[in-house]
């Protein structure tokens, strides 16, 4: 029942960011957001930019669900906040 429930909880938050994030997102494509005049959505040569970042997203989302079974929480808790630090520095 708990690796139900973990998975269940898992749909419910990403289905609840996607509710939230979706309409934003159509706004901005569609140009409905701007800022004096200027789309706020970024140019499209950073668009590989947006592709690692949403790889990112879900290479950790499913890593919280495996890594503290394997090193314990507070292992995988700095080991995260170590990537998110590295991540930043480079990009």
């Known amino acids: 029942a708990g690796k139900a429930a973990a998975c269940t909880d898992a749909l419910v938050c990403q289905l609840t960011n996607?509710?939230?994030q979706l309409p934003?997102?159509?706004a901005?494509?569609?140009?409905?957001?701007?800022?004096g005049g200027r789309k706020l959505?970024?140019?499209?040569g950073t668009l590989p930019l947006?592709?690692?970042v949403a790889l990112q997203g879900a290479f950790y989302l499913r890593s919280l669900q495996v890594l503290p079974k394997r090193l314990g929480y507070a292992t995988t808790f700095g080991v995260s906040l170590w990537g998110?630090?590295?991540?930043a520095a480079v990009l």
């Open 18 to 20: 996607a509710v939230v």
């Open 24 to 26: 934003i997102l159509a």
């Open 28 to 35: 901005l494509l569609r140009g409905y957001a701007t800022d």
């Open 41 to 44: 959505l970024p140019c499209f």
């Open 50 to 52: 947006w592709f690692f």
């Open 84 to 87: 998110q630090l590295a991540t």
